[in-house]
Structures are given as C-alpha cells and as structure tokens.
C-alpha cells in the first residue's frame, strides 16, 4: 500500500554565523493511512525539523518528499491547497501558538471561513461547537467568548488541536504537545488524541523527548529513534521497548525512571563512555554515538557510517554495525581488557 507521506533521503541543513548546520542526514520515514509514529530523541537531534518538513512548513536541502507516491514539488494549484490543509502540526507551545487578541470562537471561525468550510453563521456556530466538543471544551458557550489568557494550559492545548481539525486533516504532527501541560492532564490529552485518529481516521506522527510517554501513546504504532540528524533505530514499539537494539535506545531505556521500586532496582544500568553530546559543527565520522558507546569497536564504528538495517533475532531496523554483522554486543571494556581486570 503506498503510504500517505514518505521522506527518501531527505538532508536538511541550516547556516547560522557563516557555518553549515547538518540537522538531518539521509532520514527515511514513512507514514501510512491510520498510523501512528513516534519521533524520540534527545533536544536538538532533528525531531522537530523532520515534523516541520513532514507538516510542509520547511522543505529538504536535498532528498524527496512523497505524499502518495507523488513528489510534493507536482502538486499545484488547488491541489496543493487541498495538500496544505491535509498536513497540520500542532506547536509544542500552547501560550505562543494562539493569537492572544482574538477569543475561541474568533481563533475556530477564521480558518473555517478563510477555506470555505461554512457557509452561513449559524452553520460556522454549529461547527465551532462541534470543534469544542469533539476535543472536551465542554459545555462550548462557556469557552467560544473567552481569550486564551482566561484559559488553563491543557485547555489552551485542546483549543490549538480543535484549530488543526478546522480544516480536516488525513497527518497532524504533535509536537511535544503535552510537555507545556501539567503531568495530571497528559493523560487526557493523550487520550483524546487516540480518539481522534480512530474517529477521524488520522495519522499522528508525536514527536517527544520521553521514551516512556512514546511507550504510552504509540503502543499500537512504531517509534523511530533519532540521533544527532539521523534515524538510529525504527520498529512496531512493543518489539522496540522490549528488545531495544541500538545502544543508544538501550540508554533511553535505561534512564526511564520506574514506579515500581522493585524493578528500578534490578533494571540493568548502562554506562555510556561520555555524556557530552558532539555538537552539529563537530559530528563524529562514523556512527555519531560512538564516542558515548559502551560497545564501541574501533576500527568499525568510528569509520562506517552504519546504515539502518535488520539485526539477526530483532524485528526492527538498527543503525549499528557490529549488531547487525555479529548479532551481539560486546561492551567496550571487555574488548579493551579481556580478563575483565
């Protein structure tokens, strides 16, 4: 089945004070009809960039964007229009992503109007209520005549996703749309968002730092493992959480704090080589994670960049070489000194 979006070798660089910013390098992605797909990575590892250019708002340097196996580039006219619409991203950042001066109701009838989607005030009434209620503002009266200031954050969250539903999306991407958000209402926004996608037949892409929340949200859906630019692990998410592959998911892994006392402390803990992270302007030839490896091969990781493939006995793809060609990982002190002394 041809997906609804597909990234293909997409590079994405930026240039800040006279130097070149590699921010995303050879990403590969596809999105299907219904889908949900998790972007997970430290801050400033590309999620945000790769959500942008799936949302249209920032093209590749180079590499191809399909929607339904077209280039973006031959959609035009009025079918790019209708293109524009059907991808939406909602900002991470309730307060900054909603016009302060114009009340709920003003914010939910612009860009039903601006497109066309009403037809009378009493029809574009009837739709703002529905917008309200599809994402629990409810009752609508007391919300449509408030500004956003009068508004709590999750409430403000809700408004921003009602706004993305104006215009019908088919892909919204959330990014960190619940990390501005008290932890007792993630929940429920996570959860609305589910019914959602299953009432309205929607892809989410959810982009976040929190491998335990991607755990969460996207249990029925895959999780995509991004390091500085570059996909490093991808897979369903119960074969991702239960069998990381990469060293750097097994990191994530094991930093998730636990609830239960007893599994926080028999949870294996895994000691990376450094914790600086290199920066955009001094990326590491090879696997960029091979300087923080505790599996680090010399000689393999730090010349080959690796590219994503199936390691044997793992059901998703793995950017690492020594994995994917031995099947194991030997950490790095037991190379350095066999006898373990």
Known sequence: MTPLIELKHVYRHFEVNRQRLPVLQDINLSIAANEIVCLVGESG???????????????????????????RASYTGREAALLRRALQIVHQDPFASINPAHTIG?????????????????????????????????PPGDIVNKFPHQLSGGQR???????????????????????????????????????????????????THDLALAKYFAWDGRIAVMYLG???????????IAHPAHPYTRALLAAVPEADPELTRHKQHL????????RLTEIPPGCAFHPRCPFFVPGVCDTRVPPLEPPPDYNQLAACIPLVETGRLIPYTERVNPDGR
Do not use: Y
Not at 230 to 240: A, C, H, K, L, Y
Not at 271 to 278: A, F, N, Q, T
């Open 271 to 278: 000691e990376l080589r450094s914790e600086d992270i290199p």
């Open 106 to 138: 003003q914010i939910l009838g612009f860009p039903l109007q601006r497109h066309g989607m009403v037809r009378s005030r009493a029809e574009l009434r009837r739709r703002i209520w529905e917008l309200l209620t599809l994402v629990d503002l409810t």
């Open 157 to 207: 969250q809700r408004v921003s996703i009602a706004r993305v539903l104006t215009v019908n999306p088919r892909l919204i991407v959330a990014d960190e749309a619940v990390s501005m958000v008290d932890v007792s209402i993630r929940i429920g926004i996570l959860k609305m968002l589910h019914r959602l996608r299953e009432q309205l037949n929607l892809s989410i892409v959810f982009i």
């Open 45 to 71: 590892c590309g999620k945000t960039t790769t959500g942008k250019i799936l949302a249209g708002l920032l093209g590749p340097s180079s590499g191809e964007v399909l929607i339904e196996g077209r280039p």
């Open 230 to 240: 570059r996909i490093v692990e991808i897979g369903r998410t119960p074969d991702v």
